[in-house]
């Protein structure tokens, strides 16, 4: 069956880093785009960043220059890599695979704090 298991969350200060995993069995990876969402108590669930399957890269323009999203078709797996990281990132971190149909994981808590 499809998984998609998240994992690298945790509590950071700000300014500080993570990374981020999602890794991905039961489909065909590789063929898949795939999405990093978040979303925060009380807010709508928000796309942070996205990768197609040819490596084309998108982002929301809160993380622009501070989130890298990558992927690893060998190991099944993409990644989210956060630097200088504010408060207003703390939130759930969900992985999504997406082409006809939409698959995710049941996601990662971020807490950004001092």
């Known amino acids: 069956q499809v998984q998609l298991v998240e994992s690298g969350g945790g509590l950071v200060q700000p300014g500080g880093s993570l990374r981020l995993s999602c890794a991905a069995s039961?489909?065909?990876?590789?063929?898949?785009?795939m999405n990093w969402y978040r979303q925060a108590p009380g807010e709508q669930r928000e796309r942070v960043a996205g990768?197609?399957?040819?490596?084309?890269?998108n982002y929301v323009d809160s993380v622009k220059g501070r989130f890298t999203i990558s992927r690893d078709n060998a190991r099944n797996t993409v990644y989210l890599q956060m630097h200088r990281l504010k408060t207003e990132d703390t939130a759930m971190y969900y992985c999504?695979?997406?082409?006809?149909?939409?698959?995710w994981g049941q996601g990662t808590q971020v807490t950004v704090s001092s």
């Open positions: 999504n695979a997406r082409r006809i149909e939409s698959f």
């Open positions: 039961g489909f065909t990876f590789s063929i898949y785009a």
């Open positions: 990768i197609f399957s040819d490596g084309t890269t």
